[in-house]
């Protein structure tokens, strides 16, 4: 029997944080204390006008591949995790495969808020365990706020 294991692991995150403190500074009626008891959030990060979930992907999975030691032609799927695509068509999967240079991946975007993630390693993990294929790249890339 196959089974799945994560190879590796790879991460980018854009900007300066944003603290929740910064946030009241601006005029926001909160409070550090409220939003992080209620959502575990202390700090977010803002991509710059330049930055897609595309680019987003792309680096993290980068960083995954070289800590996987693995070259993106050894990957035969693509799988990003995202409610924030950066259109319709074509999937943010098929324009990170291209600037990995995973020419051999199929590709694909698999939309679920906040258990995206989750769902895209149960989803490639099956396609690892069926034999189908031996390297599957998941990415979770999201781009909430600019």
Request: proline share 4%; with cysteine; aromatic share 6%.
């Amino acid at each position: 029997m196959i089974f799945a294991r994560v190879a590796g692991t790879g991460s980018y995150l854009p900007g300066a944080p944003v603290t929740n403190d910064d946030l009241v500074a601006r005029g926001i009626d909160t409070s550090d204390e409220w939003i992080s008891t209620r959502t575990g959030i202390r700090e977010r990060r803002l991509a710059a006008d330049h930055e897609t979930t595309a680019h987003l992907g792309t680096l993290a999975a980068e960083a995954a591949l070289a800590d996987a030691g693995l070259d993106p032609e050894q990957i035969g799927l693509v799988i990003l995790c995202s409610i924030t695509p950066d259109a319709p068509f074509p999937a943010t999967a098929c324009v990170v495969q291209a600037a990995i240079g995973a020419t051999k991946a199929g590709a694909f975007d698999l939309s679920a808020g906040c258990s995206g993630f989750s769902y895209g390693l149960a989803v490639g993990a099956q396609f690892v365990e069926t034999g189908m294929y031996d390297y599957v790249l998941v990415i979770g890339a999201e781009k909430i706020s600019r």
